[in-house]
Each structure stands twice: as structure tokens, then as C-alpha cells.
């Protein structure tokens, strides 16, 4: 079973993204800030990371960087409604495998991800 790790500050983007992919038969988790998501790094090594880009304290670009270092094989997705080119250059070859702009389409969500999984297969 598929381990996803959710970060976002906005708690019903966790909980909706939990469900979807629990739902598909993923084990997932959830963390509201970049200090907490490390500890689950640690913790549950997660196979895909799913992050939103703007959050407090560490953004989504700073925790991918310490993600990297950490566990490099992770899969990792970026959610954000800032659509930034500089982004893609900051994290490229940093396991970062596809981006979604929010407001997202869950069902668009769900799609990549599952196959994204059956790629690696």
C-alpha cells in the first residue's frame, strides 16, 4: 500500500485529499505545516508527497529542499493558486513530478496520482 503525505495550513485541503486517496486504497497522512510533514518524513516514509507551495513558518520550497536531502526518492507533487515559473527551476530535479493550481479539480488530483503509481509499476 501506497504511503501519501498531505501538507497544507488549510486543514479541509488535507481532509479532502485524505479521503480521495484513502478511498483508493493509498495509507495517508496528514501535516499543516513544514515542521510537522518532516516528522512524518522520518517517521512514516511516505512514497508520494503532496504540497501546497505557500504556507507559514517553511513553504513548499524549502521543505522540498530538506525532503530531498532527507529521503530523495519521494514522488512529490506541489499544490498552490500561485502559478509561479520561478518554481519549476528552484525545485527541478528535486523528485517534484507535477504540479496543481488551486482552486484543483480533485477528480484531476486523484487521475495523476493514481497514474503516476501505475507508471512506477
Known amino acids: 500500500m501506497k504511503k501519501i503525505l498531505i501538507v497544507d495550513d488549510q486543514t479541509n485541503i488535507c481532509l479532502l485529499l485524505s479521503a480521495v486517496f484513502s478511498a483508493e486504497g493509498y495509507h495517508t497522512f496528514q501535516a499543516s505545516s513544514g515542521k510537522q510533514a518532516l ?3 522520518r517517521m512514516v ?3 508520494i508527497l503532496i504540497t501546497d507551495l505557500k504556507m507559514p513558518e517553511m513553504d513548499g520550497i524549502q521543505l522540498i529542499n530538506k ?6 526518492d519521494v514522488d512529490i507533487f506541489l499544490m498552490s493558486a500561485y502559478c509561479e515559473l520561478s518554481v519549476t527551476t528552484q525545485v527541478e530535479g528535486k523528485g517534484v513530478k507535477g504540479f496543481f493550481p488551486k482552486p484543483f479539480d480533485i477528480d484531476e488530483v486523484r487521475m495523476k496520482i493514481n497514474e503516476h503509481v501505475l507508471a512506477q509499476i
Open 39 to 41: 516528522e512524518f518524513i
Open 67 to 72: 525532503v530531498h536531502a532527507l529521503k530523495p
Open 45 to 47: 516514509s511516505p512514497d
